[in-house]
């Protein structure tokens, strides 16, 4: 019996010595188990934070490849419209005319002395397959892709606004007036045609880029959405009667005042270099500094180098209801209006043929960039006149 309590007691004080020992561990021993318990559980949460992160990714690629699969399959139907539109001579992309009900349209393009015509236009009457809608533009390209970036724009802009407008229009929930849908439509197109650049795997668009004015006529409707400097002026008749000209886009350059408080709020300057006085520019920092490219525009799609300095591809989108007072609409590259007056343009074009009116208007351009800069290159001209009532000119002029 007093070995047996012997053992037990000895196995108790075993027990409670090996107890002991662990309560009175070293401070440098409590110490590293504690930093191994902090270690394990900062292994853990990033293991969560990065399991989240992958899902997040998974998630936002899975979304972008649908998203891209329904907006490629969108461009797939428009462009079996647009083949089948050429076919019918309602799609234009070269000098020409296109005759409609109600639309009479004279296009022409002529490139300038500095190499490659950069410019482009494209006019698609019926567009979408709806005959009051017809879709114009004129593009103009700049840095050295800036050919290959204006007919890239050109090409996939009215795919994606007519897919855009037609989600919209079969939208149950979109509480958008006939020029709200066409807005909303324009303003998700322009963001897609820049994305479409930016992951374009041939064209370089990080020094190049492109200004566009296109315009939407849906019955008396008018809806022009313009990003740069391109312009549309509407030739219209007076309260004396007198043929007169109004601009309706704006032209879009860094010293405007809304767009230089946009560009420095961004990040980015404005400024003028010695050699080019009265040329404003956009410039990637707000350095004293000219060194380095700037571009004289404040809004154009690509040209990625100043994106994150100011530079947007929002376009500005108006409306006008046409009236029988409103004859025609001109959209024109700079290599216009940089040398003739909207007066002046307006006056061409209603003293022309309606078939000539373009050609005409682009020749006289071209006339005054070597008489008002002799030893300048002479820009690119691209212009698109829309006649409104399909009415001729001697018709316009007894008017």
Not at 78 to 85: G, I, R, S, V
Not at 254 to 282: F, M, W
Request: proline share 3%; aromatic share 8%; glycine share 8%.
């Amino acid at each position: 019996m007093c070995t047996q309590s012997v053992c037990i007691n000895a196995q108790v004080t075993s027990e409670r010595f090996s107890k002991k020992q662990m309560e009175w561990k070293s401070p440098e021993a409590s110490e590293s188990a504690s930093l191994v318990e902090t270690k394990l559980a900062r292994k853990q949460e990033k293991m969560v934070q990065f399991s989240s992160f992958l899902n997040g990714i998974t998630k936002n690629i899975t979304t972008k490849n649908v998203k891209k699969r329904r907006i490629n399959f969108g461009r797939e139907a428009t462009n079996a419209l647009a083949k089948e539109a050429r076919k019918n001579g309602l799609l234009l992309t070269s000098p020409g005319n296109v005759s409609g009900s109600s639309n009479y349209v004279s296009a022409y393009s002529k490139g300038g002395n500095k190499g490659i015509n950069q410019d482009s236009f494209i006019v698609w009457e019926s567009f979408g397959g709806k005959e009051d809608v017809m879709f114009c533009g004129v593009f103009d390209g700049h840095g050295p892709w800036g050919h290959l970036v204006g007919k890239r724009v050109k090409k996939v802009m009215p795919a994606y606004l007519l897919h855009f407008w037609q989600e919209a229009c079969a939208s149950k929930n979109a509480n958008f007036d006939q020029f709200g849908m066409w807005k909303k439509s324009f303003m998700k197109a322009c963001s897609t045609v820049d994305y479409d650049l930016e992951l374009h795997p041939v064209i370089d668009s990080f020094f190049s880029g492109t200004a566009a004015v296109t315009l939407i006529r849906e019955g008396d409707l008018l809806v022009v959405a313009n990003i740069g400097d391109c312009r549309a002026v509407i030739g219209t008749t007076s309260d004396d009667g007198s043929l007169v000209a109004v601009q309706l886009s704006v032209d879009f350059k860094p010293n405007l005042p809304q767009e230089t408080e946009r560009i420095y709020k961004s990040g980015g300057s404005v400024a003028e270099s010695e050699d080019e006085p009265g040329v404003s520019r956009i410039r990637a920092s707000n350095d004293e500094t000219l060194e380095g490219p700037g571009l004289a525009l404040s809004r154009a799609f690509g040209d990625f180098f100043v994106k994150e300095s100011g530079l947007i591809s929002e376009p500005d989108v108006i409306e006008r209801t046409i009236t029988t007072r409103d004859r025609f609409v001109i959209l024109a590259t700079d290599g216009v209006w940089d040398v003739v007056s909207n007066e002046k343009a307006v006056e061409i074009v209603s003293s022309s043929e309606k078939d000539e009116s373009s050609k005409r208007l682009v020749e006289y351009a071209a006339g005054q960039w070597k008489r008002q800069r002799p030893g300048f290159c002479c820009d690119d001209i691209s212009v698109v006149c829309l006649f409104f009532h399909n009415t001729s000119s001697q018709q316009l002029e007894s008017d």
